[in-house]
C-alpha cells in the first residue's frame, strides 16, 4: 500500500481543512486506517483511526468532537475533517495504514502501522 496525503495549508484560528489520503494497492480496504501528527519538537502522536469497513472510528481527546475520519474503500480514499482549529493543531499529519491492527488501543500505536505517508503541513494562525 503507498500513501499520499494532501489537503494541508495555513488556516485560521476557528476556520476548517480537510485532508485526504490517497491510497494504492489491492488490500486498502482491508487495512486500518489512521492518522497522526507531529508538531516540531514533539513525538508524533495519534489523532484519529477508522476500521477497515468505516464501521468504527477512534479520536484522540483533543479532536473528539473537532475531528472526522472518513473512508471511501471504493475510492482508496481516507479523509480528515477538521473543524474548529486552534493553533494546537498545528503540526505534519500522515495518514498510515495497518494490515492486521483491529483493537481500539491499538489502532492509537503509530509502531504497529506497516505503511505511511510523506505528511502534509497544516499551520493555524491565532
Known amino acids: 500500500v503507498q500513501l499520499q496525503a494532501s489537503g494541508g495549508g495555513l488556516v485560521q484560528a476557528g476556520g476548517s481543512l480537510r485532508l485526504s489520503c490517497a491510497a494504492s494497492?489491492?488490500?486498502?480496504?482491508?487495512?486500518?486506517m489512521g492518522w497522526f501528527r507531529q508538531a516540531p519538537g514533539k513525538e508524533r502522536e495519534f489523532v484519529a483511526a477508522i476500521s477497515w469497513n468505516g464501521v468504527n472510528t477512534y479520536y484522540a481527546d483533543s479532536v473528539k468532537g473537532r475531528f472526522t475520519i472518513s473512508r471511501d474503500n471504493a475510492k482508496n480514499m481516507v479523509y480528515l475533517q477538521m473543524n474548529s482549529l486552534n493553533p494546537e493543531d498545528t503540526a505534519v499529519y500522515y495518514c498510515?495504514?495497518?494490515?492486521?491492527?483491529?483493537?481500539?488501543?491499538?489502532?492509537?500505536?503509530?509502531?504497529?502501522?506497516?505503511?505511511w505517508g510523506q505528511g502534509t503541513q497544516v499551520t493555524v494562525s491565532s
Open positions: 498510515a495504514a495497518g494490515r492486521r491492527i483491529w483493537s481500539s488501543r491499538d489502532m492509537r500505536l503509530a509502531r504497529l502501522y506497516d505503511y
Open positions: 494497492g489491492q488490500s486498502f480496504s482491508s487495512t486500518t
